[in-house]
């Protein structure tokens, strides 16, 4: 099903995509399982594109990411909202986590409780993050954990996405992990599943396997392409 990408007007000062499926035929071949190697090669193309941001470009992109995201409900109303921690060249998410603390809306963070499984938690962000995981990532205490379904939204790092809403991680499996059970609920999507990424991360196609979650949006400097009606 190739997504038909229209432009719609919003009232703030960015643009939200709306995907509007056309073939459902096109988009089964799309997503087909790639192959292992296939994906590496795409990761490690889309880190060299990433990296080769300036720090002015980033920091640029991710105040504007953060405004676009002002704009929206997400983050209105004391929600409670999952986030990451930013390194290397990856959005920076200091100005969002700013955000959340003037909007009154708690943050959670990801903590990594089992590597051989891949398996991690969200835990309150308190402000000091006390140690760094084997990934190189900074965690909070593992103290107060939230179920991830009382989370209203998450805001994931994402390397690479298409329009279809298909999300390229690092390739871990962490996130996919965590939301699976979204695989079994088509009329409840909470918490939404918002991708951050830089708009020079935006690929034609991301081959979808069968344990990839889908996006409902994704928030890049440029805008809010948006997937689902859940997102709006």
Known sequence: ???????????????????????????????????????????????????????????????AITTHIAATRWLRGGRSIGLYVSIGAEVPTDALRALAARRHCPVYLPSIVDYRYHRMVFARDEGALPSINRLGIPEPAALRIIPVRALSVVLLPTLGFDRHGTRLGTGGGYYDRMFAYRHHRHSWHRPLLVGIAFQCQLVPVVERSSHDVPLDAVVTEDGISIFSAAAW
């Open 1 to 63: 099903m190739i997504p038909l990408v229209a432009p719609v007007e919003s009232n703030g000062s960015y643009r939200h995509l709306r995907v509007t499926p056309l073939n459902s035929l096109a988009l089964s071949a799309a997503r087909a399982a790639p192959g292992p190697e296939a994906r590496r090669d795409l990761r490690r193309r889309l880190r060299k594109r990433r990296a080769e941001l300036t720090p002015a470009q980033r920091a640029a992109a991710a105040r």
